[in-house]
């Protein structure tokens, strides 16, 4: 047996106040969590943790990148297995013992290859069938072969995905995606220039506004940035207004319309729904939050273009119909590019309408779930226990086929556990996963053998 002794044990319940104690692990099982300090006996590993926390792994409900195979719910071509593996070690490094791909066009076989080459969990998620197929087209696609347009959702629930999802995804519905891909992408073939993400946010506001609505672009404010951004002799404001036009456009509404068809696959599939809840799907997802209930998550509430009132209006609805708030780490502690302050979950977490936490990945600059565990810990907006519940076993009652045997610590569930400082969740000193020692670091004492 594996023993974390003379730790301060946080169990992932959201009620239990930390305790100190010990966590035996016996195969990839936890076999008992308790205040003893257990010694152990022939042949056992005891590791002294000399204080500080024991949390259950964090369960990340919200990454992407994690596998070879199409991105995003644009079905744009995906990473190299190598760089999938390089951002698996990075939410290895965060506590992150499980994933949830939410590209959610991949299939099984592509998830496999990252899974059989290193012990991060990887859940599957599924965004197969119409009107999603239809969005990724109009946004990109290129990344969607045979095997990806062959499959259903139902197929994918069969061969165990956990949720549907994300649906939508900034690539389709005007967010994110669009600021860090598309937009400068399209910017830079017609003017030879390449824009930066903050720039072509700007520009899109300034054309569509937050609440993406075509007819009533802020002509002198394009005329502006382009200025700004060296620009403006070489497109014109009209030319400008075109190119954002038909960069965002095309998926839009059929990306909405995605939305609503997730909750009614999520009713019959008996699976749960992740979908892109920002202001430009905020009349959407309500309408699905309506229709899923229970089933229903929305995907980084505190998205920033929403306002903050916005925010809190959307998850009280969502709260109100049965469903699940997530909130997302983006960029917001480190890079600071996507989200360059975290207010709105801020607001949200003030407003006590949050129910799960998530990275989402900021153009593959996110923060860790920890982060945000030890920063609204740190200043007050929720208990240790509280945090760490909505990084972990909340996080398995949104997704229940995770749930199942994830999230808390506590004997028969799954041995994945997080050690980090004693007052800085963040600071992850060890990560153990399915029993086994998967991260470690050179101030955690050296485990001894019972004689």
């Known amino acids: 047996m594996l023993i974390l002794n003379h730790g301060l044990i946080v169990n992932g319940d959201g009620r239990t106040a930390p305790f100190t104690g010990s966590v035996v692990i016996e195969g990839s099982r936890i076999a008992a969590v308790g205040p003893a300090n257990y010694t152990g006996g022939i042949g056992d590993t005891v590791i ?7 949390m259950p792994g964090a369960i990340n409900p919200h990454a992407h990148a994690v596998a070879p195979g199409p991105r995003f719910a644009s079905g744009t071509p995906g990473v190299s297995l190598e760089e999938a593996l390089g951002n698996l070690r990075r939410h290895l490094s965060q506590g992150h013992t499980t994933v949830v791909d939410l590209d959610g066009f991949k299939v099984p076989t ?46 994918m629930v069969d061969a165990g995905a956990v949720v549907i999802g994300e649906v939508g995804a900034g690539m389709t519905l005007g967010g994110g995606g669009q600021d860090y891909m598309y937009i400068p992408a399209a910017v830079e073939q017609a003017t030879g220039v390449k824009i ?19 007819g009533n672009p802020d002509r002198e404010k394009i005329a502006d940035l382009l200025r700004e951004q060296g620009l ?29 068809a997730s909750a009614n696959l999520a009713v019959e599939l008996g699976v749960p729904t992740l979908v892109h809840n920002s202001a430009p799907s905020d009349e959407a997802a309500r309408e ?42 983006f960029d917001a502690w480190g890079r600071k590019d996507l989200a360059a302050a975290p207010a709105h979950l801020i607001t949200l977490m003030q407003e006590g309408l949050v129910d ?33 519940a909505m990084a972990t076993g909340n996080v398995g009652k949104a997704l229940p086929r995770v749930g199942a045997d994830r999230g808390q610590l506590k004997a028969g569930q799954l041995a994945d556990v997080v050690v980090s400082a004693p007052k ?28």
């Open 48 to 54: 002294d943790l000399a204080g500080r926390l024991i």
């Open 110 to 155: 592509e998830t496999a290859l990252a899974q059989d080459r290193q012990p991060v969990r990887i859940e599957a998620s599924t965004v197969h069938f119409d009107p999603m197929f239809a969005a990724a087209d109009a946004a990109d696609g290129a990344g969607l072969g045979d095997a990806h347009r062959a499959m259903t959702a139902r197929e």
């Open 196 to 214: 930066y993400q903050t720039q072509a946010k700007a520009l899109k506001y300034a054309v569509l506004g937050r609440h993406i609505r075509p």
């Open 232 to 260: 403006a002799d070489l497109i014109s404001v009209d030319k400008m207004i075109t190119l954002i036009e038909e960069s965002v456009l095309p998926s839009f509404q059929v990306a909405l319309d995605g939305l609503v």
């Open 288 to 329: 699905a939050a309506k229709i899923a209930k229970e089933l229903f998550i929305g995907g980084h509430t505190n998205h920033p273009n929403f306002s903050a009132e916005e925010a809190v209006a959307n998850a009280r609805w969502i709260r109100e119909h049965g469903g699940f708030v997530e909130i997302d780490t």
């Open 356 to 388: 799960i936490m998530a990275t989402d990945y900021a153009a593959g600059h996110w923060d860790g779930m920890f982060e945000m565990v030890d920063a609204v810990t740190r200043v007050g907006l929720a208990s240790l226990e509280q945090a760490v």
């Open 424 to 451: 800085s969740p963040a600071d992850v000193r060890l990560v153990v996963i399915d029993g086994e020692v998967a991260l470690t670091h050179d101030d955690i004492a050296a485990p001894s053998q019972s004689a």
